[in-house]
Antibody, heavy 120, light 108 residues
Framework: QVTLRESGPALVKPTQTLTLTCTFSGFSLSTSGMCVSWIRQPPGKALEWLARIDWDDDKYYSTSLKTRLTISKDTSKNQVVLTMTNMDPVDTATYYC????????????WGQGTLVTVSS | EIVLTQSPGTLSLSPGERATLSCRASQSVSSSYLAWYQQKPGQAPRLLIYGASSRATGIPDRFSGSGSGTDFTLTISRLEPEDFAVYYCQQYGSSQGTFGQGTKVEIK
């Protein structure tokens, strides 16, 4: 079955770089039409789309955050990595990775999310 | 970037009632790429509707989606106790995806 799991630090200091890893199983990111995104949700607030990487290694970023984000994949390890530079307390959120097959055009499987707190 | 605006912000209804949630886009969205999600506290979102009107696997038929262009609707025909949650619409564009700000369906 399809599963995704986010991992990374629970606490980062302001100005530090956050690195999150999404480890998945049950599908391959080398399959044509398969994509994985990162989405975050500050406590009590709405979902915010961050970035997407496609099976052909095309990458897309949130307009407001693109200067701080990098998304990459390691197909052999079934992992997608997101880095976010210059972390600020407003970046405190639960970070989710989710699968989006282009044929579906929606996030059909999600990880459980990982809470990242930015504080000195 | 396409902005999705959901209304109302909060919907107060009783079990058994009908819920109608709206999602309006700042520019036309392909119906193939408009989805709805349900989120309960402490949980990841759950896909309900994709392609504007197709139910995801295992979703009860009391959930239905409709609309095209810039106006989309999620309807819950008869609210069950487990349906009280926050609902988000989302569009999948060629370069970016965006979410609406959510509609909370609460027990009246």
């Amino acid at each position: 079955q399809v599963t995704l799991r986010e991992s990374g630090p629970a606490l980062v200091k302001p100005t530090q770089t956050l690195t999150l890893t999404c480890t998945f199983s049950g599908f391959s990111l080398s399959t044509s039409g398969m994509c994985v995104s990162w989405i975050r949700q500050p406590p009590g607030k709405a979902l915010e789309w961050l970035a997407r990487i496609d099976w052909d290694d095309d990458k897309y970023y949130s307009t407001s955050l693109k200067t701080r984000l990098t998304i990459s994949k390691d197909t052999s390890k079934n992992q997608v990595v997101l880095t976010m530079t210059n972390m600020d307390p407003v970046d405190t959120a639960t970070y989710y990775c989710a699968r989006i097959p282009r044929i579906v055009g929606a996030y059909d499987y999600w990880g459980q999310g990982t809470l990242v707190t930015v504080s000195s | 970037e396409i902005v999705l605006t959901q209304s109302p912000g909060t919907l107060s209804l009783s079990p058994g009632e009908r819920a109608t949630l709206s999602c309006r886009a700042s520019q036309s969205v392909s119906s193939s790429y408009l989805a709805w999600y349900q989120q309960k506290p402490g949980q990841a979102p759950r896909l309900l509707i994709y392609g504007a009107s197709s139910r995801a696997t295992g979703i009860p038929d009391r959930f239905s989606g409709s609309g095209s262009g810039t106006d989309f609707t999620l309807t819950i025909s008869r609210l069950e106790p487990e349906d009280f949650a926050v609902y988000y619409c989302q569009q999948y564009g060629s370069s970016q995806g965006t979410f609406g700000q959510g509609t909370k369906v609460e027990i009246k």
